[in-house]
Nanobody, 118 residues
Framework: VQLQASGGGLVQTGGSLNLSCVAS????????VGWFRQVAGKERENVAS????????NYLDSVKGRFTISVDNAQNTAYLQMNNVKPEDTAVYSC????????????WGQGTQVTVSS
């Protein structure tokens, strides 16, 4: 599975961005899907995840109520809607998916830079 994230950029504090992750070589409909972020020198964080089998979503505490993960199976694309962004949201964001019917991540795409100005 190949993943391509896009939609990052420079945004002011309190603004919004909608990140997209297009998948090819495999369907997202039966996979765990997640968004991650990483700042240089720090570990990668799992910001949001979506479980195909239950529809459940989970979020990092610091983004709850501001970020929303969704999956469009017809477009084979995952999204991360980011609202009310803060300077601490600045990072490289990437998407990850699991193997079919698995609950672990196995594939990651290249990231897209999100920079929030104060």
């Amino acid at each position: 599975v190949q993943l391509q994230a896009s939609g990052g950029g420079l945004v002011q504090t309190g603004g919004s961005l909608n990140l997209s992750c297009v998948a090819s070589g495999g369907t997202l409909s039966t996979r765990l899907v997640g968004w991650f972020r990483q700042v240089a020198g720090k570990e990668r964080e799992n910001v949001a995840s979506y479980r195909w089998n239950t529809g459940d979503t989970n979020y990092l505490d610091s983004v709850k109520g501001r970020f929303t993960i969704s999956v469009d199976n017809a477009q084979n694309t995952a999204y991360l809607q980011m609202n009310n962004v803060k300077p601490e949201d600045t990072a490289v964001y990437s998407c990850g998916v699991g193997k079919m019917y698995a609950l672990r991540y196995s594939y990651w795409g290249q990231g897209t830079q999100v920079t929030v100005s104060s």
